[in-house]
């Protein structure tokens, strides 16, 4: 996989095209998180969102203050993911609030119907073409991804996080395959439920596109 085109031919530039960039958000400690008081202002929650995402993803590659990591861990903890990972819905796709958000929806789907994930990744990894569509990164399977995007989420994550965006997005991909695999065989029987379930499918090959897409972005030092 480049960094310059995803798989659907499209170029990152021209995918984000027309989408509102976020500044680089100002480096920030948790002790400043920590001070910040969200309100009703959507530019101050936004900031917010933005320097608390920079925070996380940046947190476990800086070895330099580990008081610091623990603090920010702990400030994610008591608070729980499910309640700071609200803070980044509205976020653009290719920002790093975006690309957290996208990371806390495929956990906790995952972790939700896990059976069921479980069952279309098994379909997707299976099927003759699936390591051609999910790419040259090794999809990690259900419990590697809930531990890959928990450390990256509570800003213990200490690996390439562009390798780390990609890795999900091959997640991704190999459990849409699943499901349009299921799809097929539902047509007959339930044609109303197998396109549902292709409609689904559709989302989370764009998801990956957008995860691929934002690790482009990373390497080139324009993910904000």
């Known amino acids: 996989m480049t960094s310059s085109r995803n798989r659907s031919g499209r170029s990152p530039s021209s995918t984000a095209a027309g989408t509102a960039r976020h500044h ?50 702990g400030l994610v903890e008591e608070a ?20 957290l958000w996208r990371l806390y929806a495929l956990r906790s789907a995952t972790v939700r119907n896990g059976a069921q994930w479980a069952a ?13 569509v999910a790419g040259p990164v090794e999809p990690p399977g259900a419990r590697e991804l809930k531990q890959l995007t928990t450390d990256i989420l509570t800003g213990a994550f200490t690996g390439d996080f562009d390798v780390a965006l990609e890795r999900a997005a091959a997640y991704c ?12 065989a539902l047509e007959a029987g339930q044609p109303a439920q197998a396109a549902v ?7 989370l090959l764009g998801t990956a596109e957008e995860l691929e897409e934002a690790a482009a972005a990373w390497r080139r030092g324009t993910l904000d």
């Open 173 to 184: 991909r190999v459990i849409c395959l699943g499901q349009a695999h299921h799809s097929e």
């Open 24 to 73: 680089r958000p100002r480096p920030f400690t948790p002790d400043q998180f920590a001070s910040f008081q969200g309100g009703a202002d959507p530019a101050a929650t936004a900031e917010g969102a933005a320097l608390l995402a920079r925070a996380l993803v940046d947190g476990g590659r800086s070895t330099s203050d580990q008081a610091a990591l623990r603090r920010l861990v």
């Open 120 to 132: 279309w990744y098994r379909a997707g990894h299976e099927a003759h073409v699936a390591r051609a």
């Open 80 to 99: 729980g993911i499910d309640t700071v990972a609200q803070w980044w819905a509205d976020a653009p796709a290719i920002s790093l609030s975006g690309v």
């Open 197 to 203: 379930l292709l409609r689904q499918a559709k989302r």
